[in-house]
């Protein structure tokens, strides 16, 4: 499995969204974050909102699925955001006790 941060503009949010959940991914969580790129000035006290989505995904789908984040979220200008993917070495479900992919 493998977890995808994805950062993008608050206004691509829902459409990011909702691309997603169209190659079949379930659950994701959102998180409004602000931040700056490693390219802009330092500027104290001041940062640009995003929004994070959060979603794990099973091993065969993750280029699916960063295809289609990058062909959703791209504006072609500095600051359309980034994609992390990380390995999920196991997941739990809380209350059905379902562990691994059937967790998610």
Do not use: W
């Not at 802009?40 to 280029?63: A, N, T």
């Not at 390995?87 to 479900?93: I, M, N, Q």
Request: net charge positive.
């Amino acid at each position: 499995m493998k977890k995808i941060e994805v950062i993008v503009r608050p206004e691509l949010k829902d459409k990011t969204v909702s691309a997603i959940k169209k190659v079949g991914v379930g659950g994701i969580t959102l998180f409004h974050v602000q931040g700056q790129g490693s390219a802009d000035p330092p500027l104290v006290g001041q940062y640009f909102s995003k929004e994070m989505i959060i979603c794990v995904v099973e091993d065969p789908k993750l280029d699916e699925v960063l295809n289609t984040i990058a062909k959703v979220a791209c504006t072609g200008t500095k600051g359309d955001g980034k994609v992390f993917v990380t390995s999920v070495e196991d997941a739990l479900d809380i209350c059905t006790k379902k562990r691994g992919t059937t967790s998610i």
